[in-house]
């Protein structure tokens, strides 16, 4: 690599600005670059960044142009960010600017952040893996231009009657309900639609899979939510785990009764 720059792929959060990681935004502080995606990112996170960062929206850009100024800026020695929204590693598409960056020696690292679905949960106070109920979660997405085959259909994963979260489909959402009825989720499944999870304007529209197309719709949602469906969203019962339970002995902890 020429120069000793490096190019840091940072997850900024679902829109909370406070909800960055510390190592994320002590990078984001030092950066001398930043390509931040301007389409889907709370702007306020910007303010993190030092005065006279060069600061780019990668929403006006195309992947090549994109790869490009990482490319130039880590050669220059330059500390650069590329600024995801959430958590890149869903739906981010952060392997095709890492292949590029390989392929030109440029060092790069990756920071995690806080997905939507986090945020989303958090919000509605839930546990998305409750014992008796689901030890599962599906994170998927409808087809979109980006198509869908074979178990990847919303239609197959429904068969597993799992938590499902599903991410940029709530533009369609009588399509996505009609899915997961044919998968065999029954009509009066639990779902939760989170529009902007952690952001000042966040919206909870909650149903069954009866109503929640027709609720969503009134609210006029078509955009920056996420769906999640199943029963642990309300559940009728559920058991409590073993790693709390009096009598469960574990590597840190001997049961009661146990000898």
């Known amino acids: ?3 000793g720059g490096k190019v840091f792929f940072v997850g900024a959060g ?49 992947l090549e142009e994109i790869v490009q100024t990482l490319v130039k800026a880590a050669k220059e020695g ?20 890492m292949d590029l960056l390989d392929k030109e020696g440029i060092e790069y690292e990756v920071i995690p952040g806080v997905s939507s679905l986090q945020a989303a949960a958090a919000s509605l106070k839930l546990e998305l893996t409750l014992p008796g109920v689901s030890q599962t979660v599906i994170i998927t997405r409808p087809e979109g231009k ?6 990847d259909n919303l239609v197959e994963l429904a068969r597993h009657r799992a938590t499902m979260a599903i991410f940029l489909g709530v533009h369609a959402i009588r399509k996505v309900v009609d899915k997961l009825r044919l998968g ?23 149903g069954t899979l009866r109503d929640i197309a027709e609720k969503v719709e009134g609210e006029n949602i078509k955009s920056t939510a996420l769906i999640l469906v199943g029963d642990v ?19 840190f902890r001997r049961g009661k009764g146990n000898v």
């Open 146 to 151: 980006t198509p869908i085959t074979g178990a």
């Open 1 to 3: 690599m020429t120069g």
């Open 78 to 97: 330059k500390i650069v960010v590329r600024l995801h929204d959430g958590d890149p590693s869903f739906y981010g598409a952060i392997k095709e600017q």
């Open 233 to 251: 969203i309300e559940p009728k019962d559920y058991g409590r785990s073993r790693l709390y339970d009096a009598g469960f002995t574990h590597g």
């Open 14 to 62: 679902p829109g909370d600005p406070e909800l960055i990681t510390l190592k994320g935004k002590k990078i984001l502080e030092k950066a001398d670059v930043v390509v931040y995606t301007g389409s889907l990112l709370n702007p306020e996170i910007l303010k993190y960044a030092k005065e006279g960062a060069q600061l780019f929206d990668s929403s006006r850009m195309d």
């Open 184 to 206: 065999g989720y029954p009509e009066d499944t639990p779902v939760a639609v989170v529009y902007k999870a952690s952001w000042p304007e966040e919206e909870i529209v909650k």
